[in-house]
């Protein structure tokens, strides 16, 4: 008997759980979907006819119905509660980053993942984008011999982010509910630990500097140190224009990059160069989109989610060092978080 197609549940339907729920549509699940806002699941309805149902309650739509995956895109504050209370029932779970807004509720969650032996995919999405894919790629390869320093960028100011809403009233304006530098963009964490692995200690700065009306940082300036005579820089702010994203490498034998805007991974080994350009035509929504593929593989037990709930405790390892050294204006080793 063919078995029909597979019902996935979204849970929070803001810009990036509208974005999950049309693309797991696209490869042919059925989506049920979550958002105890009521205005939000009429625009999603109106613009997934499709949908399969919509739910202002998390109760509700558990008890509704058996799902073969789901998609936590709430705001982190509730990322841990709403992912245990699937993980309990057996439920595979695509965790949008980051895992939590700090490292105990993150070691809360590795456990009921180590314990319900349930799937959890962690969505640092930067992992599935073609460039920076190269880039590792070349990294690992010695491209540029052993590693010195690296200079990773993300400047991007908050008000353009979601230019349908008030930056004030989105999730990253708010530190209650998990917003902010540090914890949304360490998808540059991840792409540090991705590229090089754990540092041996983290010196750096949190803070809020700029004019904008929010409760969270906005500036985060930080140095990781590794044994092996690598040094790595990174700078995220949410007021910067023109946006700029850079990651830069600097090796024994030449300078390797990936830049955003356009899509371009080079190198180049002279001292006044020149550079040798890869160019990569992609869209954004193409990394989301080879998420979803890979986690309808991993939620029918045919594939080991490739970015797990250990690679996002490590990073909010790394976010704990970085507000410990804000605190006390000192270098911390991470062998101490």
Known sequence: MARGPELFLVVGTGSVGRRHAKNLASLGARVACFDPRADRLEQLRAELPAVAATYTSLAEALGAATYAGAVIGSPPSVHVEQSAALLERRVPVLLEKPVSPDLASARRLEEAVERTGTPLLLGYTYRW???????????????????????????????????????????????????GALLDESHFLDQMLWLFGMPELIYGRAEHVSELEITTDDNVDLVAVYPAGLRVNIHLDLFGRPHEKLVSIVGERGT??????????????????????????????????????????????????????????????????????????????????
Request: glycine content about 6%; hydrophobic content about 45%; aromatic content about 10%.
């Open 256 to 337: 390797l990059q990936c830049a955003f805007d356009p899509n371009v991974v080079r190198v180049a080994s002279g001292a006044a160069g020149p550079w040798e350009e890869t160019r990569f035509d992609c869209e954004r929504n193409d990394m989301f989109l080879a998420v979803a593929r890979e986690f309808v593989d991993v939620a029918r037990g045919a594939e080991r989610p490739s970015c797990t709930i250990r690679d996002g405790v490590d990073v909010l390892r790394c976010v704990e060092a970085v507000r410990r050294s804000t605190d006390g204006m000192q270098a911390v080793w991470l062998n101490d978080v």
């Open 129 to 179: 984008w073609p460039p920076l894919i190269e880039l590792r790629r070349r990294v690992l390869d010695g491209a540029v011999g052993a590693p010195r320093h690296a200079r990773i960028v993300m400047s991007a100011h908050l008000a353009d982010w979601h230019p349908w809403e008030r930056y004030q009233d989105f999730f990253m304006a708010s530190r209650e509910l998990g917003g």
